[in-house]
């Protein structure tokens, strides 16, 4: 309750039925703490020793006092705080013994859970050691079995070294009976099909083409011509396969390479020079395709420079290379042997 030593500002109605008498700012009142009301202190049945007591006491402010138009509804609302107090202190209890009962069960779910959880390591403990073992193992026979393969690698070395050997052996063979022979590219071939008859065109477009160059094959000195790959039997046209010509001895065949040097400027009635190459093994074929690429490469990333293939590299040449006609200086052959 205010205190009513809070004298009222101004003149008030008492707010008592039927009472015609205003609350003047001297005059002892009480105030409902309900609808804000003031009531003479006659008017609102308030005993005036315990009214003067609890005024000079300064415990009018622990009071609740109401009116008798709002205390029915102040009992109402108590009542029904009481009620709510009451299901709220039962809610609590259920709430308290709620979380009693889940801190057993986390309890319980903890103890299985850390029980499960020992049973498991027991099991991958297991497991590991088994596992271990067998990976022991399986590297012992590994090592067994490659200690065995070295040791017999060491007891093959002998037979690797004989088995290189003969590869180089068979090189150097090889290279032997392929270097008195030239290979010649752009030969018309001739359509017949008769054998003897296109060997001999062969020989004849030779011998033309040899002889405009200053030089006579000598027949004594060819061991072979032998045309590369198979015949085209068909009707479509075709490039001429590769010409092989097999010398007797290496020294004609150098003096024939010398004027072999002048064959891609003679056109022989051709789109496409003729030009020669040596019979290269399969192992010097493949470093020269290697070659090949490289040089192909270079001149791609460089145009304007002068680049080929020089004693098995690709190399940058000084001077440029000019891709006109030069005529032969050399003497032929012919004329070496008057």
Known sequence: MSDPRRQSPRIVNCFKKGCNTSIKPKDDFVECEKCLGKFHLACSNFNKEA???????????????????CRPKVREVMKTMDELETKVDNIDKKVEDMKKTIESRLETIEEKLNKRQNEVNDIVESKLKDTTQEVNNMVENKL??????????????????????????????????????????????????????????????????????????????????????????????????????????LEYKKMVLSFCRDLKYLKDNLSTPIFYSHDLTIKERAERRVLVEELQKKRKQNPEANIAIRSGKVVTLIQPFSKEAQPSTRQSWAELFK
């Open 51 to 69: 009214y003067d007591s609890l005024t000079a006491s300064g415990q009018f402010k622990d009071i609740i006092w109401c009116c008798s138009i």
């Open 144 to 249: 067994k079995d490659i200690t065995q393969d070295f040791t017999q690698n060491l007891s093959n070395k002998e037979s690797l070294k004989r088995v290189i050997t003969l590869e180089e052996k068979f090189e150097v063979a090889d290279k032997e009976r392929r270097k008195k022979n030239i290979i010649l590219y752009n030969i018309p071939e001739s359509e017949s099909k008769i054998s003897n008859e296109r060997i001999r065109d062969d020989c004849g477009k030779l011998k033309d083409i040899f002889a405009r160059n200053k030089l006579t094959l000598r027949p004594d000195e060819i061991e072979n011509i032998i045309r590369l790959g198979r015949r085209n039997e068909t009707d479509t046209p075709s490039q001429p396969r590769p010409l092989l010509l097999k010398f007797v001895s």
